[in-house]
């Protein structure tokens, strides 16, 4: 789709109002009719964002079957926070990614755009360690320990 994107023609010169040469970004800046390019970028979208996506929510289906059939409530509890970390971070990724690439072109704002762009590729890879970790009974500790003590000293 990319090669598409970049031979629409653009009306004078101008610069890219983005972070990054992103698809909703370029085809915003052509001076043609973009219906179709911005149909056949949907059904791509699709298949290439839906197509893994339908296949992890699947997989978990069956993963929740599976740890619905584990014994002891603990096994459960563990298994669920274990899903429930990955379920966190695929839908951060994935709603971004949805979002911004299967709505049509003109209907967001350059600024949304930007906004989403930083997020997928900043914030959710930074938040990844973070949600991961805190599974962990001492990183809570520590963290519930830095977060207290601060608070008591802030109180002094």
């Known amino acids: 789709m990319s090669p598409v994107t970049l031979s629409l023609p653009r009306c004078g ?20 009719n973009t219906a179709l ?5 949907f059904i791509l979208a699709i298949g290439i964002v839906l ?19 584990i014994r002891s409530a603990a096994g459960r509890q563990k ?22 690439y299967m709505q049509p072109g003109n209907s967001s ?7 989403l762009t930083l997020f997928y590729n900043i914030v959710t890879p930074l938040l990844n360690p973070l949600i991961y970790t805190l599974r962990n009974k001492e ?10 003590g601060s608070r008591e000293r802030q109180g002094k």
Not at 17 to 30: V, W
Not at 51 to 69: D, E, T, W
Not at 83 to 97: D, E
Request: glycine share 8%.
């Open 13 to 32: 010169h101008r610069r890219v109002d983005h972070f990054l040469c992103e698809m909703p970004a370029l085809i915003r800046m052509a001076c043609v």
């Open 37 to 41: 390019v911005e149909g056949i970028a």
């Open 51 to 69: 197509s893994p996506l339908v296949f992890i929510l699947v997989s978990y289906g069956y993963i929740v079957r599976a740890v619905l059939q």
């Open 79 to 100: 298994a669920f926070n274990t899903c429930g970390s990955h379920l966190t971070v695929v839908s951060l990724f994935y709603g971004n990614i949805i979002y911004m």
């Open 109 to 115: 704002s350059q600024d949304q755009g930007k906004f």
């Open 139 to 148: 990183v809570k500790g520590a963290l519930r320990r830095l977060l207290l």
